[in-house]
């Protein structure tokens, strides 16, 4: 899901000793072929036919030294998107759309004894919305399908936190990490109850603890990289109150415990002649079922497979033109026809250019996507889609 463009900003909590900032701004939209794709009201109104998104992101990071060992880094996004939907009766046109700053996160990282244990902490500044409208929520549930790999809608989910610990180790020519973490997590989690299939909105998560493991080599001239992780849920609570009540005296609908998600992550980094950067990569992650009052609810696990080739061609010394090709196969969720649990094949093409000018590097770029929606129940949909953008990075 992530492109090349978006690669360096996320790069920036690995130095230390060097201030970096980073801004960007993405424009994306998303076209549905045929008459669309009808949605079911989450809130009791009429069915929407869904047939164009758009979505505007401003992402903004900082990272700086924390005396000779720690970093901090900061990172928040403001964005604007809106959804246009026809009724399933009159066929009006309607626009739906959701703004605002998401949650500030920030986050210590510290490097000890010569590099060989890293410990983290996150804390997240509940700056992003934490209450949805129907008119909100409509977009959300849009602009949040992973099946269009957009940048993550502008919503938050309250004061919440990390601590983790990774060990790392040299053996047998394989630099080797693994670590845990302890994610407490907010009283608002729209997004990753509609990605789940989650019966309900008014979502209360519970807590999760984050295990990985991770391999690196040299294979003559090229590297070798692998990582495992596991995300393992608490019980979470679905609630009767609507998404704009945010009191916790609603009454509890369920208990619910979404089942682990397993991701293997895979990149080849090929020394290739004439080319500063080549790359293959894939993920693969697994959603297992899960279970409402104890019982597992059928249809509700999925697998979802996203992989490409990313390559950067040095034009001049600070100039490069780069590209990415991605593919993505997702299972998608059974057990509706959201767009959020939709099944998906598709690709998308970049090409940007990379221009350094003295201690700011400047990257614009264009991609283009197309694929085909799967459903279990409903006909299928293509779509095709496309973006434009700037990053702006410094490092001093």
Excluded: C
């Excluded at 900032?21 to 045929?34: D, F, R, Y």
């Excluded at 196969?329 to 059974?334: A, Q, R, V, Y």
């Excluded at 700011?360 to 299928?380: H, K, M, N, S």
């Amino acid at each position: 899901m992530a492109t090349l463009v978006a690669s360096p900003l996320a790069a920036q909590d690995r130095l230390l000793g060097l201030r970096a900032a980073g801004a960007g701004v993405t424009a994306e939209g998303i076209w549905l072929g045929g008459n669309g794709v009808l949605q079911p009201s989450l809130l009791g109104g009429d069915s929407l036919r869904i047939t164009r998104m758009t979505q505007l992101s401003v992402p903004i990071t900082a990272v700086t030294p924390l005396g000779g060992t720690w970093t901090l880094d900061a990172t928040t996004v403001y964005g604007t998107g809106s959804v246009t939907a026809e009724g399933a009766r009159d066929a009006r046109r309607t626009t739906s759309t959701i703004s605002g700053l998401s949650d500030v996160r920030l986050r210590a990282t510290g490097r000890l004894f010569d590099e060989a244990l890293l410990l983290t902490a996150g804390a997240n500044l509940p700056t992003g919305r934490t209450e949805l409208d129907a008119e909100q929520l409509t977009a959300l549930r849009a602009l949040a399908a992973p099946a269009f790999a957009l940048m993550a809608p502008p919503v938050g989910q309250g004061p919440s936190g990390t601590l983790g610990v990774l060990l790392a180790r040299e053996a047998g020519g394989w630099a080797l990490a693994g670590g845990v973490a302890y994610e407490i997590r907010g009283q608002f989690a729209p997004v990753a109850a509609l990605v789940a299939g989650a019966p309900s909105i008014d979502f209360r998560p519970g807590n999760v603890i984050h295990a990985s493991l991770g391999a690196d080599r040299l294979l003559g001239r090229h590297r070798v990289s692998a990582a495992f992780s596991a995300d393992v849920y608490a019980q979470d609570r679905l609630r009767a109150g609507s998404v704009a009540d945010a009191s916790q005296d609603a009454i509890t609908l369920a208990e619910v415990k979404l089942g682990p998600v397993f991701t293997t992550d895979l990149q080849l980094q090929l020394a290739a002649p004439r080319l500063r950067e080549l790359v293959l990569w894939g993920t693969n992650r697994w959603r297992a079922p899960f279970s409402r009052d104890g019982v597992r609810i059928d249809g509700s696990s999925g697998n979802y497979l996203d992989g490409g080739l990313r390559a950067s061609l040095p034009v001049t010394r600070r100039t490069d033109l780069f590209t990415a090709i991605d593919g993505r196969w997702h299972t998608g969720l059974d057990l509706d026809d959201a767009l959020t649990t939709a099944g998906v094949a598709g690709g998308a093409l970049t090409l940007g250019v990379s221009q350094t000018l003295g201690h700011v590097t400047v990257q614009p770029f264009v991609r283009g996507q197309a694929g085909q929606l799967r459903f279990t129940r409903a006909d299928g949909a293509s779509y095709t889609g496309g973006a434009a953008g700037l990053t702006i990075l410094t490092r001093f």
